[in-house]
Each structure stands twice: as C-alpha cells, then as structure tokens.
C-alpha cells in the first residue's frame, strides 16, 4: 500500500471517529438545552410566585377576610 492510500485511510477513519463524537454530543447538547429551558421556566414560575405572594398563606387569609368595621361609641 502506498503512502498516500494510508493516508487517506487514516483521515476517513479520523473523520468518522469525530462526526461520530460530534453527533452524540450535538443530541447531550440538545437535552440539556431542553433541561435548561424547563429549569428556567420553573424558576421564573417560582420568582412570579413569590413577587404575587401565592405561597404565603398568610397573605391569602389578609386578602379574603372582609374588613373589619370598630364599633362608634
């Protein structure tokens, strides 16, 4: 075999071998991506919930009780 033929071997082996690794770190990349989204979108969730005090029962029993009137002498 010649040189040249080795060679060529060689680099399609190579470039095989890299498309291969490339490929199944494109498809981690991809879920993590997605991972990263749906973390994100449960944070900004748990942020607007905090800023509107959904999580705060105390805040719910202020809101819904009906305003007390004090007795006029």
């Known amino acids: ?3 040249t033929t080795i060679a ?4 399609l082996a190579a470039l095989f071998l ?3 690794v490339a490929r199944r ?3 981690l990349a991809l879920k993590l ?3 990263g989204i749906i973390v994100l979108a449960l944070l900004a969730g748990g942020v607007l919930g905090w ?3 959904w999580f705060n029962p105390a805040a ?6 009906p ?3 004090t007795p006029s002498r």
């Open 60 to 65: 719910k029993t202020e809101r819904s009780a």
């Open 51 to 53: 800023w509107q005090r």
């Open 33 to 35: 991506f997605i991972v």
């Open 18 to 20: 890299f498309l291969f």
């Open 25 to 27: 770190m494109f498809r």
């Open 1 to 3: 075999m010649d040189s």
């Open 8 to 11: 060529i071997i060689v680099a």
């Open 67 to 69: 305003a007390r009137r």
